[in-house]
T-cell receptor, first 114, second 112 residues
């Protein structure tokens, strides 16, 4: 099955700086790549996703890039704020089939210092 | 829509007891997933259903774990007998064919 690796496992940045989290996947057939944010004691919530026919997607301060050739994708958060502090998970899946489960990375604990 | 609804939110039980976790997926979603989250192992997929049929249960740790989906609006995850190492947060999640995965608020299970 698919294998998703996520780095770094922890990331500390100063408020206002940018944060980048990177993931690699193993199955070239994967075509859907969501990112989830999980605040302490809460459920994971989707913040942005990208499909394999797109190289980049942006939503305000967050953006995701996808390199299908290298099989990696990244989450970029600009102008970080303390409320961005959370665990971020990347995932990969093959949508449109009964095999369409998400394979999650191990998560990145992001801490934004004021 | 109220989202994915899980109950109970917290469960404390003694080793050896039976535990039943419940989930109501978002209406119209035909995929339902059960995940377990711990610090050591992260988010683990236990089992998932498509149109109420179990598709992959390879993540179910042992025969003590079982899951059912008797209809499109209800699923249960049962642990019998429970053990302290089963302590974790259990998430139910659902999605449609072309919609994102939505998680419930989880059940925090403590087995003493």
């Amino acid at each position: 099955g698919e294998n998703v690796e996520q780095h770094p496992s922890t990331l500390s940045v100063q408020e206002g700086d940018s944060a980048v989290i990177k993931c690699t996947y193993s199955d070239s057939a994967s075509n859907y790549f969501p990112w989830y944010k999980q605040e302490l004691g809460k459920r994971p919530q989707l913040i942005i996703d990208i499909r394999s026919n797109v190289g980049e997607k942006k939503d305000q301060r967050i953006a995701v890039t996808l390199n299908k050739t290298a099989k990696h994708f990244s989450l970029h958060i600009t102008e970080t704020q303390p409320e961005d502090s959370a665990v971020y998970f990347c995932a990969a899946s093959l949508r449109g089939s009964t095999l369409g489960r998400l394979y999650f990375g191990r998560g990145t604990q992001l801490t934004v210092w004021p | 829509d109220a989202g994915v609804i899980q109950s109970p939110r917290h469960e404390v039980t003694e080793m050896g007891q039976e535990v039943t976790l419940r989930c109501k997926p978002i209406s119209g979603h035909d995929y339902l997933f059960w995940y377990r989250q711990t610090m050591m192992r992260g988010l683990e997929l236990l089992i998932y259903f498509n149109n109420n049929v179990p598709i992959d249960d390879s993540g179910m740790p042992e025969d003590r774990f079982s899951a059912k989906m008797p209809n499109a609006s209800f699923s249960t995850l049962k642990i019998q007998p429970s053990e302290p190492r089963d302590s974790a947060v259990y998430f139910c999640a659902s999605r449609g064919d072309n919609s994102p995965l939505h998680f419930g608020n989880g059940t925090r299970l403590t087995v003493t």
